[in-house]
């Protein structure tokens, strides 16, 4: 999924505190970006997130990668950091973007827009060609996070009833893809908002 930037008339002026998730190849950080330019605001991944623990280790990712499947330590730091972000930038009423797989029920009642990111295997696959993980190894490993996730803390991560809009991003390309998006949060009107779905904290 090839990056792009809003046009100049796409600029938009919205204190909204915005989450993006999805699984590897969904086109998440590209999505990001775009909307953080588009809003002219600072942004945060989890993958960043967890390359700064790696630095902080002296570890390398791959080992890092390895020592979340002996302990459930990393992941839970991971989600702390996440959790502090969407502290502070649920309050601030500032635009901000917090982009990881589990970013959207972290941030919960937090965040203005949430947005959920998919595309069929096969092209999120070809998009992680290059990537040193497998296919098969990659499904393994989604599997294996999402039963971490609903062991650690409850949460079903195929739930989707959370999030505001869900974007299919192998039926657009990025451009559209992000037109999408700025059309639903330039469009999002707080006094007609009628409630988004609940979802209650859980400790980390």
Known sequence: ?????????????????????????????????????????????????????AAERDMSLSQLIAETGESEEIDRA?????????????????????????????????ADIRIWLDAPDEVRADRTAERE????????????????????????????????LVINTGRWDAAATLDLALTGIERYDVDADEGAFDTPDFDI
């Open 1 to 53: 999924m090839s990056g792009t930037s809003p046009e100049p008339d796409r600029r938009i002026d919205r204190n909204l505190f915005i989450t993006v998730s999805g699984p590897p190849g969904c086109g998440a950080t590209t999505l990001v970006e775009g909307i953080a330019e588009a809003l002219d605001c600072g942004y945060v991944s989890g993958g960043e997130l967890f390359r700064e623990i």
């Open 78 to 110: 991971l989600d702390q950091r996440l959790r502090r972000i969407a502290e502070k930038w649920g309050a601030a009423n500032k635009a901000f973007v917090l982009e990881s797989r589990l970013a959207g029920w972290i941030a919960g009642n937090r």
């Open 133 to 164: 993980e497998m296919t098969s190894e990659m499904q393994v490993r989604e599997v294996i996070e999402e039963q971490r996730y609903k062991s650690y803390y409850g949460v079903d991560l195929s739930d989707r009833s959370i999030y505001d």
